[in-house]
C-alpha cells in the first residue's frame, strides 16, 4: 500500500519562501516517478515539478528558476522548496507517484502518469 503525506504548507507574504515534504512509504519500484502538482477550485490539476529515478527533472514554465525539487531516497522524502512566491502560486499542492516516466510528459499529463496521492497541502500567498 503506497501511502503519501505532505507537510509544510501554509500561508507567507509575497516574495517569501515555503518547503513542501512529502513522506512516501510502501513504494518499491525501482524505477518511477515522483512530482508535485497544484489545483485551485478555478483550474485542474496542474504539473509543478517532477524527478525519475534517473535524477531527471522537470519544471512547469510558471515555476523554473523558482521552485526545486528534490529527493532523499534514504529518509523515503520529496521535498518541493519555494521561493519568490506569487499570489498565482496559491493552491492546494500534492504529493504523487507513478511508475518509470518521462517527467515533462508527467508535468504535462499528471492524471495519465501519477498512480498514487496524497491529500494536500496548502498554500496561499498574501498580497
Known amino acids: 500500500q503506497v501511502h503519501l503525506v505532505e507537510s509544510g504548507g501554509g500561508s507567507v507574504q509575497v516574495g517569501g519562501s515555503l518547503r513542501l515534504s512529502c513522506a512516501a512509504s510502501?513504494?518499491?519500484?525501482?524505477?518511477?516517478?515522483l512530482g508535485w502538482f497544484r489545483q485551485t477550485p478555478e483550474k485542474e490539476r496542474e504539473g509543478v515539478a517532477v524527478?525519475?529515478?534517473?535524477?531527471?527533472?522537470s519544471y512547469a514554465d510558471s515555476v523554473k528558476g523558482r521552485f526545486t525539487i528534490s529527493q532523499d531516497n534514504t529518509e523515503n522524502t520529496l521535498d518541493l522548496q519555494m521561493n519568490n512566491l506569487t499570489p498565482e502560486d496559491t493552491a492546494m499542492y500534492y504529493c504523487?507517484?507513478?511508475?518509470?516516466?518521462?517527467?515533462?510528459?508527467?508535468?504535462?499529463?499528471?492524471?495519465?502518469?501519477?498512480?498514487?496521492w496524497g491529500k494536500g497541502t496548502q498554500v496561499t500567498i498574501a498580497s
Open positions: 504523487a507517484a507513478g511508475g518509470d516516466c518521462n517527467p515533462g510528459y508527467a508535468v504535462a499529463f499528471p492524471t495519465y502518469t501519477m498512480n498514487y
Open positions: 510502501g513504494y518499491t519500484y525501482s524505477s518511477y516517478c
Open positions: 524527478v525519475n529515478s534517473d535524477g531527471m527533472t
